[in-house]
Structure formats: structure tokens, C-alpha cells
């Protein structure tokens, strides 16, 4: 089943409904930065992204700097946004 990438309208919609997130400079990925107390947590909080990422078979690109962790959502199948990055980044949001 092939992926299909969003329209221009579409991803707009989708970033009105993530108000955290930002789409990257070539318009084909959305990308947050998270912050924590410590890195025990932000750690913990990668796990949890972890555990939802296997279950949506959908991986993001991240980093992890101490406290902070970035992340970037983009569809590679596609050749940049989906509905399965809007997916992750809405059950990202509700881990934090």
C-alpha cells in the first residue's frame, strides 16, 4: 500500500492542529524540540516515543543532548509528509 505524501493545504492543516511543531525549510518534514528537568527524563520520554513508534511502524529522526531532545518527522516512502507523521507527532504530543 503506497504512502501518499499531504497537499500543501493538507499540511497546513495539520501544523494548525500541532502548534509545536514546525515544518522544516524544505517543507517535507515537521520537527519539534522537547526540553526536560534532566536527562532521566528526557530519556524516559524516548522510550515512551519508542514503544509508539514500534507500534506505528513509523521511526523518527531524532537527537538527544542531556536534557533536550529533538525531533523531526518525515515519510520517506511518501518523499515527505503524511498522514502517519500528523499520526506520531499528535501521539508524541500526548506523552509530554
Known amino acids: 500500500m ?4 499531504l ?3 493538507e499540511v497546513e492543516q ?3 492542529e500541532l502548534s509545536e511543531w514546525t515544518l522544516r525549510e524544505d517543507g517535507l518534514a515537521i ?3 522537547f526540553k526536560f528537568r534532566n536527562f532521566s527524563e528526557a530519556w ?3 522510550a515512551r516515543v519508542a514503544l ?3 507500534k506505528q511502524d513509523h521511526h523518527p529522526e531524532w537527537s538527544n543532548v542531556y536534557n533536550r531532545v529533538s525531533i523531526t518527522l518525515t515519510t520517506h516512502d511518501a518523499g515527505g509528509l503524511s498522514e502517519r507523521d500528523a499520526k506520531m507527532a499528535k501521539a508524541i ?3 509530554v
Do not use: Y
Open 2 to 5: 503506497a504512502v501518499e505524501r
Open 52 to 54: 509508539v513508534a514500534e
Open 44 to 46: 524516559g520520554f524516548m
Open 14 to 16: 495539520v501544523l494548525a
Open 7 to 9: 497537499s500543501a493545504d
Open 93 to 95: 504530543d500526548r506523552l
Open 31 to 33: 520537527a519539534r524540540k
